[in-house]
């Protein structure tokens, strides 16, 4: 007889776990299985989007803006954590609201509004013409440059929360103490301010560039036809051409990057530190 | 590093305030963008209207988009709440390799991106029939719902100490009266901030609708997005500071209702 106390656990459980493996787990397998199901061969899809110029260029392309945004979005991530994890009172609060608030914000009206400000005719490009900086409107919308401008809006608190928290776990006095034995500011930066903070960087960037790559929403409406990353791709293989074999192949490889990224990171650095603290 | 200089505090606190208007401001650009008079959108407005209100209020196609993401979002936070409750409480009562292979499972909805997400959920909706429905989408949602209520209620839990627990089951409560009147009341912030966030993940989300609304049975991000690649007027303008209006009152919900969620919200 199954101890009582186990039955309970298991009603707990069971609901969650349920719905999770009916609609999550098996649609995912379903679909992973059409990836080997092409009648050239069970690797022919792959070998589809290995050999295709085309589809391995989508693939690089989609790996740099990630690269690109992460780099970035760890710039300017450090004088937002920083003043973050030294304000006291309303203007926390105030910064904190700043950094929280876009994230209640759907992406696809962040994303709109980025299609209104980067308009060859809109106010940014207006400002900087009137400002005298440029002579000619640029064209910032349906090219990389729009992609990167609107990712990194969306994903950089991803990047500024974990930084600040492991900015605010560091102890004061271990500076001070540099400080008291001569070492001088960029000293005590480089060797004690730093490397208590890599993890929080570390967690967030791994998070940043994770959430890039899968990233849709963004790309599709401010790249276009002009910056095809390899989620477009793939609701493409779906919706345009019906190709539901390559559609799954991009699928799995574009999971097999995220969690190879992510095995790598949990291996190589503390990272639930980093993402779970806070 | 405890003090640094004026020069660089300044260029920090100057770099700090920029970052954060990159952040905030654009997001408020619809705003203004809602009231243009003409068909086309300008930025600030030459003049001024509420006739792109009048005509989203009018119009049945957007009425109805924004009732079914309503619809939408409802089912699927009562269900996620739910579920995804129980299985945080349950969680606690394993250990070991189990409960690091379950709490994984129960997150990996994170991991996966959400375009192989949603192309796996229409696959198995167009077999099953589910393609184009209500249920559909709130299904859907409820697979990207769940991990916020399983984090928010798992973080609430840790105020729970185990042996309150123990002492009201020595004293003869049955584990249904322990729920009601030990677990329950202090989860019940984690409860509300698990809900109100899966609530704007159902309402703003764009990708598995998109998938699987079909004709029929649009949500409002869906019809956003259909419009901003068909029409693009200023009513898609309207729609945005809707959602934005609808995304700052279930903000403040759950900064009154719990100070935590604030810290749980990422």
């Given at each position: 007889?199954?101890?009582?106390?186990?039955?309970?656990?298991?009603?707990?459980?069971?609901?969650?776990?349920?719905?999770?493996?009916?609609?999550?787990?098996?649609?995912?397998a379903?679909?992973?299985?059409?990836?080997?199901?092409?009648?050239?061969?069970?690797?022919?899809?792959?070998?589809?989007?290995?050999?295709?110029s085309?589809?391995?260029?989508?693939m690089?392309?989609?790996?740099?803006?990630?690269?690109?945004?992460?780099?970035?979005?760890?710039?300017?991530?450090?004088?937002?954590?920083?003043?973050?994890?030294?304000?006291?009172?309303?203007?926390?609060?105030?910064a904190?609201y700043?950094?929280l608030?876009?994230?209640?914000?759907s992406v696809?009206?962040?994303?709109?509004?980025w299609?209104?400000?980067?308009?060859?005719?809109?106010?940014?490009?207006?400002?900087l013409?009137s400002?005298?900086?440029?002579?000619?409107?640029?064209?910032?919308?349906?090219?990389?440059?729009?992609?990167?401008?609107?990712?990194?809006?969306?994903?950089?608190?991803?990047?500024?929360?974990?930084?600040?928290?492991?900015?605010?776990?560091?102890?004061?006095?271990?500076?001070?103490?540099?400080?008291?034995?001569g070492?001088?500011?960029?000293?005590?930066?480089?060797?004690?301010?730093?490397?208590?903070?890599?993890p929080?960087?570390a967690?967030?960037?791994?998070?940043?560039?994770?959430?890039?790559?899968?990233?849709?929403?963004?790309p599709?409406?401010?790249?276009?036809?002009?910056?095809?990353?390899?989620s477009?791709?793939?609701?493409?293989?779906?919706?345009?051409?019906?190709?539901?074999?390559?559609?799954?192949?991009?699928?799995l490889?574009?999971?097999?990057?995220?969690?190879?990224?992510?095995?790598?990171?949990?291996?190589l650095?503390?990272?639930?530190?980093?993402?779970?603290?806070? | 590093?405890?003090?640094?200089?004026?020069?660089?505090?300044?260029?920090a606190?100057?770099?700090?305030?920029?970052?954060?208007?990159?952040?905030?401001?654009?997001?408020?650009?619809?705003v203004?963008?809602s009231?243009?008079?003409?068909?086309?959108?300008?930025?600030?407005?030459?003049?001024?209207?509420?006739?792109?209100?009048e005509?989203f209020?009018?119009?049945a196609e957007?009425?109805?988009?924004?009732?079914?993401?309503?619809?939408?979002?409802?089912?699927?936070?009562?269900?996620a709440?739910?579920?995804g409750?129980?299985?945080?409480?349950?969680?606690?009562?394993?250990?070991?390799?189990?409960?690091?292979?379950?709490?994984?499972?129960?997150?990996?909805?994170?991991?996966v991106?959400v375009?192989?997400?949603?192309?796996?959920?229409?696959?198995?909706?167009?077999?099953?029939?589910?393609?184009?429905?209500i249920?559909?989408?709130?299904?859907?949602h409820?697979?990207l719902?769940?991990?916020f209520?399983?984090?928010?209620v798992?973080?609430?839990?840790?105020?729970?100490?185990?042996?309150?627990?123990?002492?009201?089951a020595?004293?003869?409560a049955g584990?249904?009266?322990?729920?009601?009147t030990?677990?329950?009341p202090?989860?019940?912030?984690?409860?509300?901030?698990?809900?109100?966030?899966?609530?704007?993940?159902?309402?703003?989300e764009?990708?598995?609708?998109?998938?699987?609304?079909?004709?029929?049975?649009?949500?409002?991000?869906?019809?956003?997005?259909?419009?901003?690649r068909?029409e693009?007027?200023?009513?898609?303008a309207?729609?945005?500071?809707?959602?934005?209006?609808?995304a700052?009152?279930?903000?403040?919900?759950?900064?009154?209702?719990?100070?935590k969620?604030?810290?749980?919200?990422?």
């Amino acid at each position: 007889m199954i101890p009582r106390r186990h039955l309970e656990t298991a009603f707990l459980l069971s609901p969650a776990l349920v719905v999770l493996a009916v609609l999550f787990v098996v649609p995912l397998a379903r679909l992973f299985s059409l990836a080997f199901t092409d009648p050239a061969g069970p690797l022919a899809t792959f070998a589809i989007l290995a050999e295709s110029s085309v589809y391995r260029q989508v693939m690089w392309n989609t790996f740099l803006v990630a690269i690109a945004v992460t780099g970035t979005c760890a710039v300017l991530a450090w004088p937002v954590a920083y003043v973050l994890s030294r304000l006291k009172g309303i203007w926390f609060g105030i910064a904190l609201y700043g950094v929280l608030f876009p994230f209640w914000i759907s992406v696809l009206v962040r994303t709109f509004s980025w299609m209104l400000l980067l308009e060859r005719n809109g106010p940014l490009n207006r400002l900087l013409m009137s400002t005298g900086l440029t002579d000619a409107p640029l064209s910032l919308l349906f090219n990389d440059i729009g992609v990167m401008i609107g990712m990194v809006h969306v994903l950089m608190p991803y990047m500024i929360l974990p930084l600040y928290g492991a900015m605010i776990r560091i102890d004061q006095r271990l500076l001070l103490a540099s400080d008291g034995l001569g070492a001088g500011l960029v000293d005590t930066f480089r060797r004690i301010y730093f490397p208590l903070c890599l993890p929080g960087l570390a967690g967030g960037a791994t998070f940043v560039f994770l959430l890039s790559l899968g990233f849709f929403i963004t790309p599709a409406l401010l790249g276009g036809a002009n910056a095809i990353t390899l989620s477009m791709l793939i609701a493409s293989f779906v919706n345009d051409r019906l190709a539901w074999s390559l559609a799954a192949a991009g699928s799995l490889v574009l999971l097999a990057a995220v969690l190879l990224i992510l095995g790598l990171t949990a291996r190589l650095l503390p990272l639930d530190k980093g993402l779970f603290a806070k | 590093m405890s003090r640094l200089p004026l020069s660089l505090r300044i260029a920090a606190n100057a770099g700090a305030s920029l970052v954060l208007a990159f952040l905030v401001m654009p997001i408020l650009a619809v705003v203004p963008a809602s009231f243009n008079k003409t068909s086309f959108i300008h930025l600030p407005p030459r003049a001024y209207s509420g006739v792109w209100y009048e005509r989203f209020v009018e119009d049945a196609e957007w009425r109805s988009s924004l009732l079914n993401s309503l619809e939408v979002a409802v089912l699927a936070t009562a269900i996620a709440v739910v579920i995804g409750t129980l299985a945080a409480i349950g969680l606690r009562r394993l250990d070991g390799r189990m409960r690091v292979v379950v709490t994984a499972l129960f997150l990996s909805p994170m991991i996966v991106p959400v375009v192989v997400t949603a192309v796996a959920l229409y696959r198995s909706a167009l077999d099953v029939g589910l393609n184009g429905t209500i249920l559909g989408m709130s299904l859907g949602h409820v697979i990207l719902a769940l991990p916020f209520v399983f984090i928010n209620v798992s973080i609430a839990l840790r105020a729970v100490n185990e042996s309150w627990l123990r002492a009201a089951a020595g004293l003869g409560a049955g584990p249904l009266t322990i729920f009601r009147t030990v677990t329950l009341p202090n989860i019940v912030p984690g409860i509300v901030g698990g809900g109100v966030f899966s609530f704007i993940t159902s309402f703003d989300e764009v990708i598995v609708a998109v998938f699987l609304a079909g004709h029929g049975n649009k949500t409002l991000p869906v019809k956003i997005w259909e419009s901003i690649r068909l029409e693009f007027t200023p009513v898609i303008a309207v729609a945005a500071t809707a959602m934005i209006a609808l995304a700052i009152v279930l903000f403040a919900v759950a900064q009154t209702v719990s100070p935590k969620t604030r810290d749980q919200a990422q």
